[in-house]
């Protein structure tokens, strides 16, 4: 296995991608020279570009450096991406993110989240968590911090928190000493096949747990007993019987105030500013790390009260305080996530009229989940679809955004373009307004590219 002191010069293909970002900027910080390839110009490449982390957006094997020790790729490529090929067929050292996360984390104390959803949000919080009361430690996030415009942050204390991704079984080269579970839930179809055998997996996966470290699992995993760890604790937003809940849950101006009580222990007053009733939940899971690592009470109440949230994490594109319209925006692309993104904007705007739109992620997701979706979106008021975002997937015959339109109940549903949705948002926002107690929540939701709409969808909601 390469060294990390060996590698003077590495290369990303798919540099873009935001776990691959996070550890080009780990080699970065650290005075590698840095480099990669992504298909198109997003936020995030040109924020790498102005750290000074080159990006090529050609696939042109002229163009890549020889001189690499190293070069990293997403399994999202193609097998046929020219620079990949090159790469393999004269002997440089190939290897996926996880085999470099491995390589990161083999000497450190390491927190890892995993789970279908929630792991981003956990993991984010538990390394703010970590940096704000200055215990300290090296990020690895899925998504980009609010508090620091970033997806990895650098410690001098060799601790590591990770997001422990189980697609393609990459948590497997993992070793926690802490490991968090979110949820089990059916995912990834096209990878395991079966529900099953995506639940061996995440099994599997506490397997790696270092002999006296701890789970902290969401209460009510249908397997439970089977996952293994020397300490085990159980975790929800309000059920009694795990062994961390909350109690005294409030909503005051928009934030969330509760306590936290485990066993031999209560952190009172704490006060959550994110909206999102998963994210409290979220957030009791981080500060159970943070118990565990015996991070003082009054540092854990300041950094959660500081926490300003995820992009693209209920993240508001237009606030509460700024009109009657409500802006949200996430990343919901699987049925649970979207039930609590709903959920949680319910509980925060319980009279506002609910516009959502969501963008499917992946031909097989929605082909294997299309009830899921169907069911949870039915919770909104008003749907409005948009074709299926491919990634990294062909189409597949007869499975469209309509297989999830025909399966809801709702009344006020329909698919749109991109170009259709920006002329009507205006529109559709307004009738909303109008009709509506407080005023319109209007939320965009999907992993896809749905985002690069929120700049043009919010001057045309603000001119209305």
Same mark, same amino acid.
């Given at each position: 296995?390469?060294?990390?002191?060996?590698?003077?010069?590495?290369? !990303?293909?798919?540099?873009?991608?935001?776990?691959?970002?996070?550890?080009?900027?780990?080699?970065? *910080?650290?005075?590698?020279?840095?480099?990669?390839?992504?298909?198109?110009?997003?936020?995030?490449?040109?924020?790498?570009?102005?750290?000074?982390? #080159?990006?090529?957006?050609?696939?042109?094997?002229?163009?890549?450096?020889?001189?690499?020790?190293?070069?990293?790729?997403?399994?999202?490529?193609?097998?046929?991406?020219?620079?990949?090929?090159?790469?393999?067929?004269?002997?440089?050292?190939?290897?996926?993110?996880?085999?470099?996360?491995?390589?990161?984390?083999?000497?450190?104390?390491?927190?890892?989240?995993?789970?279908?959803?929630?792991?981003?949000?956990?993991?984010?919080?538990?390394?703010?968590?970590?940096?704000?009361?200055?215990?300290?430690?090296?990020?690895?996030?899925?998504?980009?911090?609010?508090?620091?415009?970033?997806?990895?942050?650098?410690?001098?204390?060799?601790?590591?928190?990770? *997001?422990?991704? #189980?697609?393609?079984?990459?948590?497997?080269?993992?070793?926690?000493?802490?490991?968090?579970?979110?949820?089990?839930?059916?995912?990834?179809?096209?990878?395991?096949?079966?529900?099953?055998?995506?639940?061996?997996?995440?099994?599997?996966?506490?397997?790696?747990?270092?002999?006296?470290?701890?789970?902290?699992?969401? =209460?009510?995993?249908?397997?439970?007993?089977?996952?293994?760890?020397?300490?085990?604790?159980?975790?929800?937003?309000?059920?009694?019987?795990?062994?961390?809940?909350?109690?005294?849950?409030?909503?005051?101006?928009?934030?969330?105030? !509760?306590?936290?009580?485990?066993?031999?222990?209560?952190?009172?007053?704490?006060?959550?500013?994110?909206?999102?009733? =998963?994210?409290?939940?979220?957030?009791?899971?981080?500060?159970?790390?943070?118990?565990?690592?015996?991070? #003082?009470?009054?540092?854990?109440?300041?950094?959660?009260?500081?926490?300003?949230?995820?992009?693209?994490?209920?993240?508001?594109?237009?606030?509460?305080?700024?009109? #009657?319209?409500? !802006?949200?925006?996430?990343?919901?692309?699987?049925?649970?996530?979207?039930?609590?993104?709903?959920?949680?904007?319910?509980?925060?705007?319980?009279?506002?009229?609910?516009?959502?739109?969501?963008?499917?992620?992946?031909?097989?997701?929605?082909?294997?989940?299309?009830?899921?979706?169907?069911?949870?979106?039915?919770?909104?008021?008003?749907?409005?679809?948009?074709?299926?975002?491919?990634?990294?997937?062909?189409?597949?015959?007869?499975?469209?955004?309509?297989?999830?339109?025909?399966?809801?109940?709702?009344?006020?549903?329909?698919?749109?373009?991109?170009?259709?949705?920006?002329?009507?948002?205006?529109?559709?926002?307004?009738?909303?307004?109008?009709?509506?107690?407080?005023?319109?929540?209007?939320?965009?939701?999907?992993?896809?590219?749905?985002?690069?709409?929120?700049?043009?969808?919010?001057?045309?909601? *603000?001119?209305?």
């Amino acid at each position: 296995m390469i060294q990390l002191n060996d590698i003077k010069a590495v290369y !990303f293909i798919g540099v873009g991608g935001i776990g691959m970002s996070a550890i080009a900027r780990f080699f970065h *910080e650290k005075g590698v020279k840095v480099s990669g390839y992504d298909k198109t110009v997003t936020p995030l490449t040109s924020q790498l570009e102005s750290e000074g982390i #080159e990006v090529l957006y050609k696939d042109e094997v002229e163009m890549i450096p020889k001189d690499v020790q190293l070069v990293v790729y997403t399994p999202a490529i193609p097998k046929d991406h020219q620079g990949y090929q090159y790469y393999l067929q004269n002997g440089y050292s190939v290897v996926k993110r996880s085999d470099v996360l491995q390589i990161i984390t083999q000497s450190s104390l390491n927190i890892c989240v995993a789970g279908t959803h929630g792991k981003t949000t956990i993991s984010t919080i538990t390394g703010h968590l970590l940096r704000h009361s200055g215990f300290g430690c090296n990020a690895f996030l899925g998504g980009i911090a609010v508090n620091y415009n970033s997806n990895f942050w650098a410690s001098e204390n060799n601790v590591c928190v990770v *997001e422990a991704d #189980e697609y393609d079984r990459s948590f497997h080269k993992l070793s926690p000493d802490i490991a968090v579970i979110t949820a089990m839930d059916a995912d990834h179809l096209d990878i395991y096949g079966t529900a099953e055998a995506m639940e061996e997996a995440f099994i599997e996966f506490t397997g790696k747990i270092k002999p006296g470290g701890w789970l902290i699992s969401k =209460h009510g995993l249908k397997r439970k007993n089977d996952l293994i760890a020397d300490h085990h604790i159980t975790y929800h937003l309000n059920d009694r019987h795990a062994d961390v809940h909350t109690t005294n849950l409030q909503v005051k101006n928009g934030a969330y105030l !509760f306590d936290v009580l485990m066993k031999d222990w209560i952190l009172k007053d704490v006060q959550l500013n994110i909206g999102g009733l =998963h994210n409290i939940e979220n957030a009791i899971a981080a500060i159970a790390v943070a118990h565990i690592l015996k991070i #003082e009470d009054e540092k854990i109440r300041m950094a959660v009260a500081d926490f300003k949230g995820v992009k693209r994490r209920f993240e508001y594109v237009i606030a509460p305080a700024d009109g #009657e319209i409500v !802006f949200v925006d996430d990343y919901a692309h699987h049925p649970e996530e979207l039930k609590a993104l709903i959920t949680g904007a319910r509980s925060l705007f319980p009279d506002r009229k609910m516009i959502l739109v969501f963008q499917p992620h992946l031909f097989t997701r929605t082909r294997d989940l299309a009830d899921g979706f169907a069911e949870s979106l039915d919770m909104a008021d008003e749907v409005l679809l948009l074709p299926i975002y491919p990634a990294r997937e062909l189409p597949i015959e007869a499975v469209s955004s309509e297989l999830i339109l025909d399966k809801m109940k709702l009344t006020k549903k329909r698919i749109v373009t991109k170009e259709e949705l920006l002329n009507e948002v205006n529109g559709i926002v307004g009738e909303a307004t109008n009709n509506s107690i407080e005023g319109a929540l209007f939320i965009t939701a999907g992993a896809g590219d749905i985002d690069a709409l929120l700049p043009e969808l919010k001057k045309k909601i *603000e001119q209305k």
